[in-house]
């Protein structure tokens, strides 16, 4: 489960894109130390449905940490809660998919334990950094100015 922290309650606008205190945590932090974990690579890319054939139809909701980085560089993550269930579901596509005694699933435990315990420092409340993108400014004119602050094999396991 994850810490108690507070999402921004601000409504998503359509196409609305911005970074906030939470998801560049996430970003700078979080990801950046998994990936330096010794068990993140099985986790890195997209699983091979060419390799592994039923994946799609025993995985609703594919994801990997590699699609979750680009979605964070796309600012594609509108709350850090949002981001964090992506990153949970990797692991929840893992335990789905292999079977307990595989190794794949110790490296995954070993993967999901680092991200718990670096989500204990994730800010508790969450602030914008930038003004959303995909609204207009206040002439209606166009978009609000942004101020900004601041291959490895293919497995089953990565979602």
Partial sequence: ??????????QRPPNGRRTTNQL???EKHVLKALSDHKWYWPFKIPVD????????QI???PIDFGTIRANLKKKMYWTGRECAL???QVFTNCYIFNQPAEDVVVMCK???????ELMLNIPNVEVPL???LGRKSASGRGSVSRARSGSAPSTPYSA
Avoid: G, M, T
């Fill in 130 to 132: 930038s003004a959303p």
């Fill in 86 to 88: 992506d990153c949970q």
């Fill in 59 to 61: 995985i609703e909701k």
């Fill in 24 to 26: 560049q945590f996430l």
């Fill in 110 to 116: 070993s993967v999901e334990d680092a991200f718990n």
């Fill in 49 to 56: 449905v060419k390799r592994f054939k039923n994946y799609p």
């Fill in 1 to 10: 489960p994850l810490p108690d922290f507070v999402s921004d309650p601000e």
